[in-house]
């Protein structure tokens, strides 16, 4: 069984940076597309940002583009989003999930190809 766990999520102020790390563990071969989301209090939650461990392609959303910065390490089996240029409309909790697909052949932004998520870790941007 796969597992991810995030971790990095802390308390910043806006202009503020974070990276976020989702470490994978158990049936690491069974993901290919690790996706970060995230759900502000009240907001449905939304797809942030997605990479493909065939073939290392990355996908992100207009509001994350060029802030947010999604990398892996393999051998760690780790997915990393690094946060820039933070806005307080960033706050939220943040998950990583996997699915079996890559990113492009899936639609990586929405919830439903994930089967597997993290607990979540919480960014809070304010002053």
């Known amino acids: 069984q796969l597992q991810l766990v995030e971790s990095g999520g802390d308390l910043v102020q806006p202009g503020g940076s974070l990276r976020l790390s989702c470490a994978a563990s158990?049936?690491?071969?069974?993901?290919?597309?690790i996706a970060w989301f995230r759900q502000a209090p009240g907001k449905e939650r939304e797809g942030v940002s997605c990479?493909?461990?065939?073939?290392?392609?990355?996908y992100v959303k207009d509001f994350a583009s060029g802030r947010f910065t999604i990398s892996r390490d393999n051998a760690k089996n780790t997915v990393y989003l690094q946060m820039r240029s933070l806005k307080v409309e960033d706050t939220g909790v943040y998950y990583c999930?996997?699915?079996?697909?890559?990113?492009?052949?899936?639609?990586?932004?929405?919830?439903?190809?994930?089967?597997?998520w993290g607990q979540g870790t919480r960014v809070t941007v304010s002053s």
């Open positions: 990479i493909s461990r065939s073939d290392g392609s990355t």
């Open positions: 999930a996997a699915t079996v697909s890559a990113c492009g052949r899936t639609l990586w932004w929405e919830p439903q190809p994930y089967g597997t």
């Open positions: 158990g049936f690491t071969s069974e993901y290919n597309g």
